[in-house]
């Protein structure tokens, strides 16, 4: 998985368990061990969808505007462009007798859009909120 996608994720769980506080970029990137600029970056597309509420300057951060189950790591996965990261670009050789040749690149890239695409659903299925209720078990044991 990309950094951006695990950052993203990280931010969004911390700030809907601590829903009603604002936590800066510097925060936020402490807390996901990460660098401010990554935060900044992938909270810039969560804003854009209105996941979070953003306010400037030094009593400013980033708050949860929305409910954890109405944000689906498939959607996150896509904001983040972990789908278009995974594709690979593969090369065919011209060989005009060789049926591998000719015809490897065309079968992985139909493969690997197949599996990007079982990804996506299977985050779909989940959510921050779900993310949080796995935390808080964990946090039982």
């Known amino acids: 998985m990309g950094n951006d996608f695990i950052v993203i994720i990280h931010c969004l769980t911390y700030l ?3 829903h009603d506080r604002r936590f800066s970029s510097q925060q936020l990137a402490h807390n996901a061990c990460s660098n401010p600029v990554i935060v900044r970056k992938v909270m810039s ?6 996941y979070v509420d953003v306010v ?3 009593n400013g951060g980033y708050k949860i505007q929305v409910d954890p189950k109405d944000i689906s790591l498939g959607d996150l996965f896509i904001l983040v ?5 995974l594709k690979k670009q593969y ?3 011209l060989d005009e007798v060789c049926l591998v040749a000719n015809n490897i690149c065309s079968v992985f890239s139909d493969l690997q ?3 990007i695409q079982n990804q996506v659903k299977f985050y779909q299925k ?5 993310i949080v209720k796995r ?3 964990k946090s039982e044991k």
């Open 16 to 18: 809907s368990v601590h």
């Open 81 to 85: 462009g972990e789908d278009k990261r």
């Open 113 to 115: 859009e197949e599996q």
């Open 91 to 93: 090369q065919s050789s």
């Open 56 to 58: 400037n300057g030094v």
């Open 126 to 130: 989940q959510s921050i909120l779900d």
């Open 45 to 50: 597309l969560a804003s854009s969808k209105g």
């Open 135 to 137: 935390l808080q078990k």
